[in-house]
């Protein structure tokens, strides 16, 4: 912008000297030319490259300060949520680490309520075996009372038809027609005789 500012007026400066030699032009050409020309020092391409910047950083300074407030407010609440995930993260450590703290006490305490449920378990297991055995015992002996008795009963019906049986054989051996006729008369005159 400097630069083209710098050579209008070189423009209108040699048109000028060209026209006449006491404008204000013939004499910027005269007195300030040499030294903002000086070859290889070009003073005006300086001042053009600071206003350039100067220019540059106004027009970017505004947004570039809002992206920058903007990406440290964003920084800024990660780190407070990161900080506020670290302080969870401690907090679930160290109840993890109460557990397993508490793991080997609640274990040994689950064996031990484990072995004792196991005693009272065959404790009662053997009551319920002794008293199952009483119960078969008691009606052992009560089947062996009742079929001991029915057999009894079998074998006094047995020895009394067995005797019944022999009574009679020996009495059908010892009989004879005498002796039916006999015993014939005799129980008829038991009953009241013969009219």
């Given at each position: 912008m400097?630069?083209?500012a ?32 000086y070859?290889g020092?070009?003073?005006w391409?300086?001042i ?12 970017i ?5 809002e992206a ?6 964003k920084?800024?609440a990660?780190?407070?949520r ?21 793991l ?13 449920e196991?005693a ?12 199952e ?8 002996e009560g ?17 009394a ?18 002796t ?16």
């Amino acid at each position: 912008m400097l630069g083209f500012a710098i050579s209008f007026l070189y423009i209108l400066a040699e048109s000028a000297a060209a026209a006449e030699e006491g404008s204000w032009l013939a004499w910027w050409y005269k007195n300030v030319d040499p030294y903002m020309n000086y070859p290889g020092f070009e003073a005006w391409r300086f001042i053009n490259l600071l206003i350039f910047f100067g220019v540059l950083a106004y027009l970017i300074k505004r947004p570039l300060s809002e992206a920058f407030k903007t990406k440290r407010e964003k920084i800024r609440a990660e780190l407070i949520r990161a900080e506020e995930e670290k302080k969870a993260a401690v907090a679930k450590l160290a109840e993890v680490e109460a557990k397993l703290a508490r793991l080997d006490t609640e274990q040994a305490a689950l064996v031990e309520e484990a072995r004792s449920e196991a005693a009272a378990e065959k404790n009662r297991i053997r009551e319920e075996i002794e008293s199952e055995s009483r119960r078969l015992r008691s009606q052992a002996e009560g089947e062996v009372l009742r079929k001991s008795q029915q057999i009894r009963k079998q074998l006094k019906r047995f020895s009394a038809e067995e005797s019944i049986r022999l009574a009679e054989e020996k009495i059908r051996r010892a009989m004879s027609a005498e002796t039916d006729r006999k015993l014939v008369k005799a129980n008829i005159e038991s009953i009241g005789g013969m009219r």
